[in-house]
């Protein structure tokens, strides 16, 4: 695995899709190893996240993988030692961009995408949904990438928002970057959100929303409408580009915009079985893959290993 | 009785001057909930969300989580049973310094069910790390912002505005966890919180004539709830205590004295007055105070009881309640 560049430019478009094929590749081990996972989510937004980390966010880089410590307790007035993912991010400066994972199923794409920046050690993995570790299949702000409290959807985006305006107040450069999922944005704080990021302002903010088109129910079109996204969001006041979540080139053109006195929404038109075709039969039910039985385990085995090969 | 007015508003500009990591977060309710001054006198640090409650927490904990104070205003059943989530997660799991103040706690509107937090303690404080602080007069209003301003960490007010009694000295301030000593006594404990401790002050002095010894004490912090002055008046009274609040019984004032009493296995009784398990409808609140018997009244049958004797007090023979006008000009609205 090759190191994160310091200059982000440099870095070369085919190294990012190498990296989004990474992630789904790890995901995938990880989901026959442990007979379950989120692994359409990992096909959805892989480019994403991978033109996140490599390209877009500008985060302070890390001398080497961190390894994910020992959970030290939730936060309170008698735990001093309380500890917070957000290191695997770098320091915390003015100038640097933050970025906030809301929905927190997700996160082991978050965790695969952080080895592949090079940013969180891969036998950081291990760890996963293990009893007294931080590598938490719903993660919290002390699991490797993560700072707040997101997996009560609606809520991540509020406290971005928190934090935008914060920053504003403060002078800071850097933006605040939020991922989100498309089922969210049904919630009606996340409209609370967007109107309050519109009415303050807060141009400061950027959200890549994967719009993969399903949800625990199943298409997200029979479980409750959100479209026309886009034309719901102008309307609200933001500043909207609809795209191929998986065109690298456009994610990342699109997070070098200039602020205009709007908040924007990079909606990302993705595949959740993108790179992937045997999902396909689970159709409509991608929401979490476990496995039927041991036959079904064993064609995703055969279809990793031929992944395993085509990376090579 | 000196009877002030509009006291946090006037109150909360003049200590805000030096502070400015404290912004104030208001949805919809800036008038009436006594922060349009503030507004004016600092409009960068004033910021409007609408009614939006559950965004509104959030976006607190995320101003927070930068170094900033918000104070949330709204009334209080907007935060607790609104945005219980929003609260829950974005403020008290990360512990951060995030300041709600509740109005209209208990029966104090005539808005209605809808407006009247009967329940809001008993569910603010089963959140890890959340410190609940409650008013019962100007001087506490006044001080409650050095007190809240002290906890690192979330802290949620139940507050009164409008026209409001001072009971206690304005320069002895309300302390974190300790309660107001008002009468010694070794008959029977007496524990008063909010609107209630100045309606047992009615009865104060009737009581006292008729030869009962009453160790009264008003209670300001609800959590944490570890003042060894209670403790200890309980643990030495002869018949039992009393408990009076503006509130459920159930998880309020009285909850917390019967929990600490079970604890500490002290055996003495125990009467919790209170709404008793109920919803209350709108109506005036010395209307409200009679049906729901958090009157001096009940104070006195409750008293009777617990005792065994007949007092023969009547109404006349307490002190007259200072009547606030349903449209006093120290609110906004009727509410």
């Given at each position: 695995m090759e190191k994160l560049k310091v200059n982000r430019d440099e870095i070369p478009w085919q190294q990012v899709y190498d990296a989004a094929e990474g992630i789904r590749h790890r995901v995938m081990e990880h989901t026959i190893k442990n007979n379950g996972g989120y692994l359409s989510q990992a096909c959805s937004s892989a480019e994403i996240f991978a033109a996140l980390y490599l390209k877009i966010l500008n985060l302070e880089a890390v001398e080497n993988p961190i390894l994910p410590g020992k959970f030290q307790g939730v936060p309170g007035h008698n735990n001093p030692n309380h500890i917070t993912g957000a290191n695997f991010h770098g320091k915390k400066a003015p100038q640097y961009d933050r970025f906030f994972l809301s929905p927190t199923h997700y996160s082991l794409v978050l965790y695969t995408a952080l080895i592949e920046a090079g940013r969180l050690d891969p036998s950081g993995l291990q760890e996963f949904n293990k009893d007294g570790g931080v590598v938490e299949m719903i993660g919290a702000d002390h699991s490797p990438g993560m700072e707040i409290?997101?997996?009560?959807?609606?809520q991540g985006i509020s406290q971005a928002a928190g934090i935008a305006l914060g920053r504003k107040l403060k002078k800071e450069t850097g933006r605040v970057v939020v991922f989100l999922s498309d089922g969210e944005c049904q919630s009606g704080q996340f409209w609370e959100a967007v109107q309050a990021m519109s009415h303050h302002k807060l141009d400061n903010m950027l959200a890549y929303i994967?719009?993969?088109?399903?949800?625990c129910d199943g298409k997200t079109e029979t479980v409750m409408t959100i479209e026309p996204l886009d034309k719901r969001l102008e309307s609200f006041g933001a500043r909207v580009f609809r795209v191929d979540g998986h065109n690298v080139e456009e994610l990342v053109a699109l997070g070098n915009v200039q602020p205009d006195g709007r908040p924007t929404f990079i909606l990302c038109d993705t595949d959740p079985c993108k790179n992937m075709?045997?999902?396909?039969?689970r159709i409509p039910k991608l929401h979490y893959v476990r496995f039927n039985n041991e036959e079904e385990r064993n064609q995703y085995r055969e279809v990793y290993e031929k992944l395993k090969q085509g990376l090579k | 009785m000196e009877i002030l007015t509009k006291v946090h508003a006037k109150n909360l500009v003049k200590w805000a001057e030096d502070k400015p990591e404290v912004l104030v977060l208001s949805a919809d309710l800036t008038g009436s909930t006594e922060v349009d001054s503030f507004r004016d006198t600092y409009p960068d640090r004033f910021y409007s969300m609408g009614i939006a409650e559950q965004n509104m927490m959030s976006f607190a904990g995320g101003l927070a989580r930068e170094g900033f104070k918000p104070f949330i205003h709204t009334f209080a059943v907007f935060i607790y049973r609104r945005a219980y989530d929003q609260i829950a997660m974005s403020i008290a799991y990360p512990n951060l310094p995030v300041t709600m103040f509740g109005f209209l706690p208990g029966i104090m509107t005539p808005g209605g069910a809808t407006h009247q937090a009967i329940e809001d303690i008993s569910i603010m404080r089963s959140l890890p790390n959340m410190t609940i602080l409650e008013c019962g007069d100007a001087t506490d209003v006044e001080s409650v912002l050095d007190v809240a301003n002290s906890v690192n960490g979330p802290v949620y007010i139940r507050m009164l505005r409008g026209e409001i009694p001072r009971l206690f000295p304005a320069t002895e301030a309300m302390e974190l966890g300790k309660s107001r000593l008002i009468t010694e006594g070794s008959d029977l404990v007496l524990l008063t919180s909010g609107i209630c401790t100045e309606e047992a002050l009615r009865a104060t002095e009737v009581l006292k004539a008729r030869g009962l010894s009453i160790h009264h004490r008003h209670i300001t912090t609800l959590k944490p709830f570890n003042d060894g002055a209670v403790i200890d008046a309980i643990e030495k009274t002869k018949y039992g205590v009393i408990t009076m609040e503006n509130h459920s019984v159930i998880g309020g004032l009285g909850t917390i004295v019967a929990e600490k009493i079970a604890e500490k296995g002290i055996g003495k009784k125990l009467v919790k007055i209170g709404i008793q398990d109920t919803f209350v409808h709108g109506a005036s609140k010395q209307f409200l105070m009679k049906e729901y018997s958090l009157d001096a009244m009940t104070l006195i049958s409750e008293i009777e009881k617990l005792v065994g004797l007949e007092l023969n007090i009547k109404e006349d023979d307490l002190t007259e309640p200072y009547v606030v006008e349903v449209h006093s000009k120290a609110k906004v609205e009727a509410l």
């Open positions: 409290m997101t997996g009560s959807l609606g994967d719009i993969n088109g399903y949800q075709d045997i999902l396909k039969q | -």
